[in-house]
């Protein structure tokens, strides 16, 4: 990313909101929200502002950081950029609060959420049973990002993002009772939290913490995937009389929490959410793509939070769509692409699974997109990942290969969710992804092209390779 640009249209109103009060600013992919939640960050750090104090800006990936040279050291040392995940750790530890092998890892989650749904089965029988390992641990995680911690909160809650709500009555008691189970298997060996604990932790440290913050200003960038509990830890976070600014497009919440910002304590005492529809980023073909995506069955929804994109002006190519002899003829063509182009550009593989995104690239010299991703500049380059690795980042082209039915939506997905809820979720996924592409975007196929893509009335061209 480039040195910060001059804000333009309602750009500075949103960096100059008051610094006393909390916002809220949604805008659909390439609105310049990550650029806004840094001139914000700069002006409220900067000396001469008023109400001026240290800044936090939370972030999904360390992108934003290397924004950080391009400010003025006066305000650069009052900015800290890190995860929610650093900033809770760190908050704890401070607190005396945080052991570290204390953290449950994913696969230590799975088996104690496995053993509690082992125990139920034993007890209950009903649908409800009969779903998914994966399933049970989203549900949990929920409840934890929710807050709730009594069965009665869980039975009265209207299950948001999950379009198959579970019933209420005994379903959900059974599920309690999993909670429960999960979390004494979980204590038993050895762990007291998991990560999506660690937020109902935070809060509730924070909320019994009198002593100083250290932030006056905090500044949440992608915050459509926070859980309601890290949002109201950041809230509490915050210093007497500073802000809370929270940036975030629900089109692309692709840990499916489908969770808005109005059930996470944000106050705004009757003031307006800002919004923002104008893409910067893609050119009108790479957005018309998206828009349609936004517009299909999957994604479609009456959510008010959701913004429509609309289409930029700026023109370039039609995307590609290459419908290949096999896997080896897209892994070919993706190669001769990305190779070629990369001199040139910033180029990114991006597959559903880093699997096979790393089987495309092959011995290309790449970059992997891990959120510690060290270094962030302009210079051309292949960068490879998962489609959800790329949230927040941008590149001149964007190869996606591998957007067969059998790939996206991904298998496990379709076992652990309704299909409705699985393509949604999926749709979100391949949403991020198309729009990181600037003006060129490659997509593949070899078998059947997924459902997920919305129909090509005219959207892209098509070739066949070889
Ligand atoms: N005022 C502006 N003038 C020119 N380009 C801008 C401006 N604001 C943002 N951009 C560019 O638009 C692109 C998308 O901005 P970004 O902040 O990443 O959007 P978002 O976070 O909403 O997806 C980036 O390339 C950014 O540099
Ligand atoms: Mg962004």
């Not at 190669?335 to 690239?361: G, P, Q, Y």
Request: with cysteine; net charge neutral; hydrophobic share 40%.
């Amino acid at each position: 990313m480039s040195p910060l640009p001059q804000p333009k249209g309602k750009q500075p109103k949103v960096i100059h909101l008051s610094s006393d009060q909390h916002h809220v600013v949604l805008g659909t992919a390439g609105t310049g929200k990550s650029t806004m939640a840094m001139m914000r960050a700069l002006h409220l750090a900067r000396p001469s502002t008023a109400n001026n104090g240290p800044v936090l800006v939370v972030t999904f990936n360390n992108a934003l950081v290397t924004y950080l040279k391009y400010l003025e050291p006066a305000a650069q040392s009052k900015i800290t950029i890190e995860t929610y995940a650093k900033f809770a750790r760190g908050y704890l530890n401070s607190k005396g609060h945080m052991e570290w092998g204390r953290i449950a890892k994913p696969e230590q989650v799975s088996d104690a959420v496995a053993k509690a749904v082992q125990s139920a089965r034993r007890r209950y029988r009903g649908s409800v049973l009969d779903r998914d390992l994966d399933w049970f641990i989203d549900e949990l995680h929920w409840i934890s990002g929710m807050g709730f911690t009594t069965e009665d909160a869980y039975q009265l809650a209207d299950r948001v993002g999950r379009h198959t709500p579970l019933q209420k009555g005994l379903p959900r008691k059974v599920i309690w009772e999993i909670r429960d189970a999960y979390r004494k298997f979980r204590d038993e060996a050895g762990f007291w939290y998991d990560w999506y604990d660690l937020a109902a932790v935070t809060r509730g440290v924070f909320e019994r913490d009198s002593g100083d913050r250290k932030y006056l200003h905090i500044i949440i960038d992608e915050g459509q995937d926070l859980s309601p509990e890290a949002i109201r830890s950041l809230t509490l976070a915050v210093a007497p009389g500073g802000s809370l600014t929270f940036f975030g497009d629900y089109h692309q919440a692709i840990y499916g929490q489908g969770l808005s910002w109005r059930s996470a304590g944000i106050n705004l005492n009757g003031r307006p959410t800002e919004k923002f529809v104008d893409n910067l980023r893609n050119t009108a073909e790479i957005a018309r793509v998206a828009i349609a995506l936004a517009q299909s069955t999957y994604m479609k929804s009456g959510d008010i939070d959701l913004v429509e994109p609309v289409q930029p002006i700026v023109g370039g190519v039609k995307p590609t769509l290459a419908r290949c002899v096999d896997g080896d003829g897209q892994i070919d063509l993706v190669r001769r692409f990305a190779s070629d182009r990369s001199k040139v550009e910033k180029v990114a593989i991006l597959a559903r699974t880093w699997e096979s995104a790393r089987r495309v690239a092959g011995p290309l010299p790449y970059r992997r997109l891990d959120a510690d991703l060290a270094k962030w500049d302009d210079e051309p380059g292949l960068y490879v990942g998962a489609y959800h690795s790329a949230k927040g980042l941008e590149f001149a082209s964007v190869c996606m290969p591998f957007l067969d039915e059998s790939h996206v939506p991904h298998p496990e997905v379709l076992a652990a969710y309704v299909e409705d809820e699985a393509c949604a979720r999926e749709a979100r996924l391949l949403y991020v992804s198309i729009t990181r592409a600037r003006s060129t975007l490659l997509m593949t196929y070899s078998g059947t092209l997924t459902r997920l893509l919305p129909d090509n009335t005219d959207l892209w061209d098509e070739m066949v390779w070889p």
